[in-house]
């Protein structure tokens, strides 16, 4: 998968949540920066903190992958 299609899901579906770059990375216990450079497309995502990050917008894995 593209880093910059997973980036642009990931940034669409926080922002439908209603979520800071800040408050996502807090609950998920992912880095601000690191967080950051995902959803900029610098970063590859790998599997468990993909899955983290989807239980906590409450989606699917598949729903920012697809």
Do not use: C, H, Y
């Not at 593209?2 to 669409?12: G, I, P, S």
């Not at 967080?35 to 699917?60: C, F, K, S, W, Y």
């Amino acid at each position: 998968m593209e880093n910059m299609q997973l980036a642009q899901r990931l940034r669409a579906f926080r922002k439908l949540k209603g979520m800071t770059q800040q408050e996502l990375a807090k609950r998920t216990g992912i880095s601000l920066a690191v967080l950051g450079a995902v959803e900029r497309g610098n970063r590859t995502v790998d599997p468990d903190m993909l899955g983290m990050i989807a239980q906590t917008l409450g989606i699917e894995v598949r729903e920012l992958t697809e």
